[in-house]
């Protein structure tokens, strides 16, 4: 092979610099990240809007919220449901931006009234105290067995059971269509968030001033905001009951994940010479760490969920712990809110119906008397909730209820399954924190060390050749300070774990939608073309 001259200049390659995302810095590429929504929901997403741009309808002021109004029918009141939702969720998960709303949870008081039961919230109140007690007289130091919890998880899912009304949690049971009960919080989820256009019809005109209204508008406006700030704060406690009790199951299912003893820590035991149990689980956890788990549930935000979980992980109390525990730590921080949030949608098919249809009755009183589904909220002769009679739907109109309920359980279902793992990319991101944290334990360093393997120092420590040695590499463990330095720019998601679930819930309802649509115009555009064809076809055979 002839060599090159080497009297010859260079000419260095030309290095195109990368496009910047059409989508702009988000949390997803932002904070030194490489993630970019290039995922196909965003893409279908983006296709949906520019047909909308298409059809001359603007989309620049409010972007995908402009699906919104692309909604068919009463499509809308799926929508708006996940909008509900979404306000709530807020408030547990602490957010900045809850639509200038700011509930207290103990303010429900303020507006009470005969619709709004005060028995379901007084329930999940009592139900939350008595689970405390049994933590009463817990030190720091004592420890729980796996039987003494299992016993106390029991025990306090029963407790909270019978604060959660109604009780979701046999999944044996079939699924009620048409049930209404006005009386329950989650009946008025679709109301939490009221639009602008609704405001208008109630007042009758946008401009008008409110002391022009009838007065006995004006009463019925403040009965209905009433009823709908009285669920509000009312829904909020019940959904803490719920993530006190999706607390201790998955205390109640993951004791091996929280007990067992990682490779890394097998081999600094066999370094030091200390015994660790034969089965390499610890035999005990740490109560005072549960207590404080419960208590982030029941009045913290998820920064809180994700500490008090490292606290109970981290069985020496050194604050540190290994990359492996971190990724537990973060999974077992969202599980409960995966099992709440499923509980209350479960709930709400519960008390309330998906569709008008599932009221019963004509097709004007339904919408006379539904404006808690957000259909004609501002009918003046709309009847207060109270005076809705129990109906029994007939088998054509049942169908169709439970028909829709089917679709938005398997649809919200396929999300919490699919949200943190796929579209967050949660298992890449914990991977890039542990990688780029600033961890002072071993200088931040990797430790080469040779284990003596002819001795047995824990379950997969030991070699079977005796008068060996291994060679082990190290990996410094991390703290919940360095973990939450990188968190906060490269993992966000985490500190609205709730409001993330929900939103993709909707970007998944948009897409459903969305799709529906698209179908419609193409078998529109499918028969409209035979038809076409079979006209010629008609012509030239007459000639």
């Known amino acids: 092979m002839a060599r090159s001259n080497p009297n010859t200049k260079t000419t260095p390659a030309v290095v195109t610099p990368k496009p910047i995302s059409p989508f702009g810095v988000d949390s997803n590429n932002s904070g030194g990240g490489i993630w970019e929504q290039t995922s196909t929901k965003k893409t279908k997403l983006n296709e949906l809007l520019t047909e909308l741009n298409e059809r001359g309808i ?255 992980i981290d069985a020496d109390k050194d604050g540190l712990i290994d990359q492996e525990e971190m990724n537990n730590c973060v999974d077992l921080s969202i599980e409960p809110v995966h099992l709440a949030l499923g509980n209350m949608f479960d709930m709400t098919f519960e008390v309330c119906p998906v569709r008008t249809i599932g009221l019963g009755g004509e097709e004007e009183a339904r919408k006379k008397n539904a404006w808690f589904l957000g259909v004609d909220a501002g009918d003046e002769d709309a009847e207060i909730p109270t005076n809705i009679p129990p109906v029994k739907l007939s088998w054509r109109n049942r169908r169709k209820e439970l028909k829709q309920q089917k679709i938005l359980t398997k649809t919200f279902q396929a999300t919490i399954a699919r949200h943190f793992r796929d579209q967050a990319e949660a298992p890449h991101r914990l991977r890039c924190i542990y990688a780029w944290a600033e961890k002072a334990h071993q200088d931040n360093k990797l430790d080469s060390v040779l284990v003596d393997a002819s001795e047995d120092w824990g379950s997969g420590a030991a070699s079977a050749v005796m008068g060996r040695k291994r060679y082990v590499e190290l990996e410094p463990k991390i703290s919940y300070s360095e973990f939450r330095e990188v968190q906060k720019k490269t993992f966000p998601h985490l500190d609205r774990i709730g409001e993330e679930i929900i939103t993709s819930f909707k970007e998944d309802l948009w897409l459903l939608q969305g799709k529906k649509r698209q179908n419609k115009e193409l078998k529109r555009d499918g028969m409209l073309f035979l038809l076409a064809i079979s006209v010629v076809d008609l012509g030239i055979w007459f000639v």
């Not at 909604?71 to 602490?94: C, F, H, N, T, Y």
């Not at 809850?98 to 005060?118: C, K, L, M, P, R």
């Open 58 to 312: 603007d989309t620049g002021s409010k972007g995908m919220e402009t699906l919104d109004e692309a909604a068919v029918g009463e499509e809308g009141l799926d929508l708006d449901l996940v909008d509900g939702m979404k306000i709530l969720v807020k408030i547990v998960d602490g957010s900045d931006d809850n639509n200038g709303i700011i509930i207290s949870e103990d303010a429900s008081s303020q507006y009470e009234n005969q619709v709004i039961n005060t028995n379901i919230e007084q329930a999940a109140k009592q139900a939350t105290t008595q689970v405390f007690k049994l933590f009463e007289n817990t030190t720091e130091d004592e420890e729980w067995t796996k039987d003494i919890l299992e016993s106390k998880m029991n025990e306090a899912i029963r407790i909270l059971s019978e604060g959660c009304v109604p009780d979701v949690s046999d999944k044996k049971k079939k699924p009620v269509a048409g049930s209404l009960d006005v009386s329950h919080p989650f009946c008025y989820l679709r109301q939490f968030v009221v639009s602008d256009d609704t405001v208008d019809n109630v007042s009758g005109d946008g401009d008008d001033n409110d002391d022009d209204l009838d007065p006995s508008i004006q009463q019925q406006i403040e009965t209905l905001n009433n009823i709908t700030t009285h669920a509000l704060t009312s829904s909020t406690i019940l959904y803490r009951t719920l993530l006190l009790r999706a607390t201790a199951q998955t205390l109640l299912n993951n004791w091996d994940q929280l007990t067992t003893i990682t490779s890394g820590d097998i081999d600094r035991a066999a370094i030091s010479k200390t015994e660790l149990p034969s089965t390499s689980q610890r035999a005990t956890i740490n109560a005072k760490s549960i207590q404080n788990i419960f208590e982030a549930y029941a009045h913290n935000s998820p920064q809180d969920w994700v500490q008090s979980w490292w606290k109970l």
